[in-house]
């Protein structure tokens, strides 16, 4: 089966960098996705890995290492408004199907 | 694109009662998926449709449950009869490749 961990809740002030990390277990790999979910709102996609290394989007940089089944999200200049749930998701190679972690709360605090 | 469009937003209905939602995913996308969301169990994958056929159930709770996606714009999520323990928020999202994009999600309360 599927099974992916990361920290159940993270707490920073604004201006600093925070790192969520996600482990998984998969039957088969096809790519790692990270996903912000405000209260009350829909998951949106932030960013995707598929091969090794880091992926840099404004602010926020994803990593992977498959032959660690790890990878992380790394928040920077941390905003208020970024106190949201942050997810980890794979995508199952064999049934192509996408697997959420439990997901981490980030609270960003003045 | 308007995005994944989900019907309706919210719905309180009786216990017993048949529950119908609705999802018109992104165009273009070959995947889709419908999740729910609790506090207790967090975002549960339902069932995963690949150019309209399911290809994965094992997350439908049980009988009461269905899903269909009769073409590529439409998909359904149907409980009957419905229960107080489906209370939850159900999401439907589209993907093709990498990036799966969500509908804002419809409030399910049974009472």
């Known amino acids: 089966g599927q099974s992916l961990e990361q920290p159940s809740e993270v707490t920073a002030v604004e201006g600093a960098i925070v790192q969520i990390n996600c482990t998984y277990q998969?039957?088969?790999?096809?790519?790692l996705s990270w996903y912000q979910q405000h209260d009350g709102g829909a998951p949106t996609f932030l960013s995707y890995?598929?091969?090794?290394g880091l992926e840099e989007t404004g602010r926020f940089s994803s990593f992977l290492s498959r032959s660690d089944s790890y990878g992380y999200l790394l928040l920077q200049e941390l905003q208020m408004k970024d106190s949201a749930s942050y997810f980890c998701?794979?995508?199952?190679?064999?049934?192509?199907?996408?697997?959420f972690g439990t997901g981490t709360r980030l609270q960003v605090f003045p | 694109d308007a995005g994944v469009i989900q019907s309706p937003r919210h719905e309180v209905t009786e216990m017993g009662q048949e529950v119908t939602l609705r999802c018109k995913p992104i165009?273009?996308?070959?995947?889709l998926f419908w999740y729910r969301q609790t506090m207790m169990r967090g975002l549960e994958l339902l069932i995963y449709?690949?150019?309209?056929?399911?290809?994965?159930d094992s997350g439908m709770p049980e009988d009461r449950f269905s899903a269909k996606m009769p073409n590529a714009s439409f998909s359904t999520l149907k409980i009957q009869p419905s229960e107080p323990r489906d209370s939850a928020v159900y999401f439907c999202?589209?993907?093709?490749?990498?990036?799966?994009?969500f509908g804002q999600g419809t409030r399910l309360t049974v009472v």
């Open positions: 999202a589209s993907s093709s490749v990498g990036a799966a994009f």
């Open positions: 998969t039957s088969g790999f096809y790519g």
């Open positions: 890995n598929a091969l090794d």
């Open positions: 998701a794979v995508r199952d190679g064999r049934a192509d199907k996408l697997i």
């Open positions: 165009s273009g996308h070959n995947s």
């Open positions: 449709f690949n150019n309209n056929v399911p290809i994965d």
